[in-house]
């Protein structure tokens, strides 16, 4: 019996952690899925073998980062952020990144500074580029950033986008995200199905599962406590009844 | 299985039930004093359960796989429809649904093609249940709110398709419906 | 005729009247529903779903407490159960019962039975102090049960240790002591009714949680879907082997056979139906994607196995006591072996509907009404009415086979069989269930709907005989003298 409490608690716990890291994600997120991506022409910094999207892609799943680089706001924290999650990856092989600017100002050489700035210079893995198609490539995507000519910034959302091997949009990430929402993006352009995810509510302390995209499983929640609960009740006042009456009789 | 096929194996099972329980009937009208009724009993059980068993496996390892959950589970859809589901109306949309304010398009899918409905609720629970022209159910999942669910159906036959809510929600129930066409 | 007996037989006998005339008056809403499908007569939909939700909460009740009234009856025959507690079950189902009445016709609370979250909050056209009052009412009928069931469990386990309530020590040869079947099927049904109560128990402080919090504590639609059928499925399975535990009992009593031994076998199944029930529920959920795999899966080889352990014993020991040998037939074991029939079909049509890949063209259309009715109206029901037989001719009349006996039963064939084909054939058609009125395209559904309403008229006038000649004996007990 206590073997079980402990199990429980730990259950509780554990449940408890996944929700204070739950990520609130947003409608816009569904936008464009399963969308074909524009196979734009990229210049790559250090990379002249690969000309285009399609090239890339065609390699591995990737992962697209839409960045400027005279970005005075969430640009800089959302590729750190990004990097963070990538390093602490477990197996982070079945994927590339590609981290491409939409503001046409942007040349190689403001794109290999950037690379420099969080040490990606030499990181096949991660590909920093510029196109000269970047308009249909963002409407390829949905995504609209809005030039403010007083603050001479662009007003955005900082986006990451999933595209498997076929070029097909199959996940987007809106915001800076825990590495758990990576982990889902990863799964979704390996073509892994989910048959079904939460949506942010009010409180979910008592959720019956949260999905784990590492184990691509789910993790028991408190609620799962709450199902197994009259089971265990029953088999306490059982037991209590039994133990009782054994006194009675003697 | 469709569902014809599944009354008929119905009714099939219930032939032979009712033949089986009427005859054991007829046979203690008949008996007399001395009959003894069944012999080696606990033989025949362990037959009987044996076999039960060995049926009940086999149906279940040649139905389990072809669980929704499975099915199409590989391929990468080429459309993605969002529904959702408030009391007493669909929406249907080939954009994602504000919940703050639902509005929904008019649906054409193209056949032969697989299509993934991303199924939600915003009030109570809700059933998403696909008739075809023939008014026949083919496929469904439940609008639970606070969760999606991603049903996907390749359709092959062009035509109108109605929607219909499976799960109880309220005195419009009924009246809870749309269409699509698939093209 | 000692004081006990004479109480415990008269509480019975009171039970068994408020049972059948809360039986009456559900299968008029039922017939009432059919005829608005049909399109006989205009109902609101408000009212076609009050009176959806009374006759569904209200069967479920009285067949369980039918069960218990059973069960406690011939308990007596083991252990002395407690007469204040079965009083007090009693009252508070009569009190339950009315306050539910008032919550449907005068608050009009109409969400099912089931009240999956969080439609009892969102009900359109109720009245707004319908939805806590509903939950009172639950609360006050759970309560009087849940005393009722840990009582009578209680009292087993003053007389048999742990292993002798659960038979285990059959699984040795030779056991020194014989558990009669009677006693543990009890033992397990109680453990599996104390287990969904809990659970019902549960869904309202979960649904009262969130009801006094005004919107700070929200609760999560899975959990609660999980725990009503927990409950909901659990309690309705486990009135079906409460009516066993009957039929274990009595059938060799009145049918001039040997009584049914315990063997290791009939242990080792009841031990395995005990586990399996509780988490053969999880087949209500396999159109939510969001249950994880494995619990569908689950469900559906937990579904499949539970029909093992009562196919291979309890069909099979009815079978063999019948089979070839003379049995003096009463309306008592003909209602049992009948009721065994349609259990087995019902059966059937469940362990078609329990698998996933039919499921998603079966689920919530009237495919299942159709098996629940099958082995609760000509299964579940039989066993009860079978029983109230048994127990109203024991002291007051002989049991006889007349003529009369012979045509009611042939109604009451006659008419289940054709209001559930009408139900099944429905469920083939996609026709879905819970529609007060079916959309134009659905052109099938109105025409079954009459057919099914005729045929549960049928029905009906067999169970009005049936009260009558029942009802007359248990009012002779009642009135009877502890002289």
Redesign the interface.
Known sequence: MFRYFVCFFALTCFSFLGYANDNHSD?????N??GKIYNAPLGIVGNNKVSSVEELYNQKPLIIALVFTRCYGICNPFLLQLSENIKHLQSNSDFNILVISFDPRDNLQDMTNLSKQYGLENNLQWNFAITDSIDAFINSIGFIPKWDSVIKQFDHDALLVGV?E?G?I?KNLLGIRIVEDVHKMISSIN?V???????P?KS?IFSCFNYDPKTQTNRPGLGLLFVALPAIITFLIVTIIVIKSKRTVS | ????S??L??ML??GI??IF?VS??M???K???D????KN??KK?FW??LI??VV?GI??AA??P????FT???E?????I?VGTM?FSFFLST?????KSPSGETIEIPHDQLV?F?V?SF???H?F?V?DPS????????A?????????YKFTEPGEY?I?C??????????M?TTFKVI | MNIDSLKLKKISALWIIVILVLFIASIVLGILMRLNQGKVIEQS??TF?TNMTTHGLTMIGIWFAAGMVAVNYLLQRYVKTSYGVNLFAFILTVIGVVMLWVTTYAGKF???W?F????PF????SESWSTPLFLISLTILGVGWLVWSVSLMAQIFKKYTLAQAFAWQHFKSNPTVETPPFILITTVTLVGVIASLIAAVIVIVLYFAEYFSHGDFVN???LM?NLIYFFGHTIANEMLYLGLAVIYEIFGEVSDRPKWKMTW?ISLAWNCAMVFILTAFFHHL?????QP?AL??VG??VS??A??PS???TV?SI?????????R?SIVNLLF?LG??GW??GG??A??DA????N??????LWVPAHFHTYNAMGNVLFSIGFFYWFSTQYVDKLVLSKLTKYTLTLLIVGGIGFLMAF??A????I?R??????V???SGPYLAKVGALFATIYLIAILIFFYNIAKRCFVILSASSR
């Open positions: 409608f816009r997120e569904e936008q899925l399963y498997n076929k097909l199959t073509n199905f989910t048959p079904s995810y939460r949506l509510t979910n | 299985m469709q569902q014809h599944i009354m194996f119905f099972l219930v039930g009712t329980f054991i009937f046979s203690s009208l008996a007399d004093n009959s003894t009724g069944v009993l606990l059980r009987f359960t039960l068993i009940l149906f279940a139905t389990l072809k669980s929704p959950y199409y589970a590989n990468t859809p080429s459309t993605v969002h009391q954009k994602p649904i504000d919940p993934e991303r939600t009030d109570v629970n059933g249940a008739y008014m026949r159910l083919i496929t469904q999942v439940q639970m709110p606070g969760y999606v669910n991603n049903l996907r109605h219909f499976l799960e109880f929600c309220g005195t419009g129930h009924p009246v419906q | 939909p408000l779903y109409s969400t099912g089931t999956l979250y969080p439609l969102r009900d359109l056209g999560d639609a899975l879907k076998y396999y159109m939510d994607f969001v795999q569908q899966i559906q080889l499949y196995l029909s093992i196919a291979a014993v099979f079978v063999a006591a019948v089979y070839g040998v003379k049995v037939w072996f065994v029939a087995v079909i059937l049509g362990v078609i698998t996933i890949s039919n998603i063209m079966l689920h919530n259309t099944y054939v469920g083939a058609n996609s879905p819970r529609y007060s009125t079916y959309p395209e659905l052109t």
